[in-house]
């Protein structure tokens, strides 16, 4: 079975940074995709960006240059480096990937693309 486990979220200061993680086990996918997500309070699911098997990056508009999204193969984890935050960042932060390449092939970046969900980690950025 597919499992992803987010770490790192926490409490910081407008304008600081967290860098979190998501370890994967049970994923085999060739051609994939893997992403981070977002929700707040009363909010849908948005992304926040996406990185595919052969290292191809999307960013949500949002971001702004401000978030870093890598992996470590060898690792089997994917990273969002967040740099710059603000208090709007304050958000459950999800970990997700696609089964079979479906958001791979279909060039997907919303929720309903992704097949595999970590349990989340919360980042809260107090002004």
């Known amino acids: 079975a597919v499992q992803l486990v987010e770490s790192g979220g926490g409490s910081v200061q407008s304008g600081g940074s967290l860098k979190l993680s998501c370890l994967a086990s049970?994923?085999?996918?060739?051609?994939?995709?893997m992403a981070w997500f977002r929700q707040a309070p009363g909010k849908e699911r948005e992304g926040v960006a996406r990185?595919?098997?052969?290292?191809?990056?999307k960013y949500a508009d949002f971001v702004k240059g401000r978030f870093t999204i890598s992996r470590d193969s060898a690792k089997n984890t994917m990273y969002l480096q967040m740099d710059s935050l603000e208090p709007e960042d304050t958000a459950m932060y999800y970990c997700?990937?696609?089964?079979?390449?479906?958001?791979?092939?279909?060039?997907?970046?919303?929720?309903?693309?992704?097949?595999?969900w970590g349990q989340g980690t919360p980042v809260t950025v107090s002004s």
């Open positions: 997700a990937a696609d089964r079979n390449g479906r958001a791979y092939w279909n060039d997907g970046f919303a929720a309903r693309d992704f097949d595999y």
């Open positions: 049970g994923y085999t996918s060739r051609r994939h995709m």
């Open positions: 990185i595919s098997s052969e290292g191809t990056i």
